[in-house]
């Protein structure tokens, strides 16, 4: 995510502070490497957030892959927050795996 200052992981949660959004708690709900999925829950943060469950999946045809993000919120006045968030991540993504392609 751009600019975390922090990320900590239990082996169950993973505590966040995000700029904008403050100190976060995510529950991992699912972490399979053979599938390459996770699904998380934000269940603590200072906000107005009362509902959250995300997932990530990378597809693949054999040649090429995709990463399928996905969250569901409410209220759903804060979607433009998360999305603005999540595709800012992305956008670092795609960055660090042009600088390591080879």
């Known amino acids: 995510m751009p600019g975390v200052k ?7 949660v993973r505590s966040l502070i995000l700029p904008g959004a403050g100190a976060i708690k995510e529950r991992i709900l699912l972490h399979d490497n053979s599938a390459r999925r996770i699904e998380y829950s934000c269940f603590e943060s200072p906000g107005a957030l009362t509902y959250h469950h995300a997932k990530m999946e990378i597809l693949s045809d054999g040649q090429h892959s995709l990463l399928a993000w996905e969250a569901i919120i409410e209220p759903i006045e804060l979607e433009a927050f998360v999305k603005e968030s999540m595709e800012g991540a ?7 795996l042009a600088k390591n392609r080879l």
């Not at 922090?6 to 169950?12: I, K, L, N, V």
């Not at 992305?90 to 660090?96: A, G, H, K, T, Y």
């Open 90 to 96: 992305l956008s670092q993504l795609e960055d660090v």
């Open 6 to 12: 922090s990320c900590d992981f239990d082996g169950e």
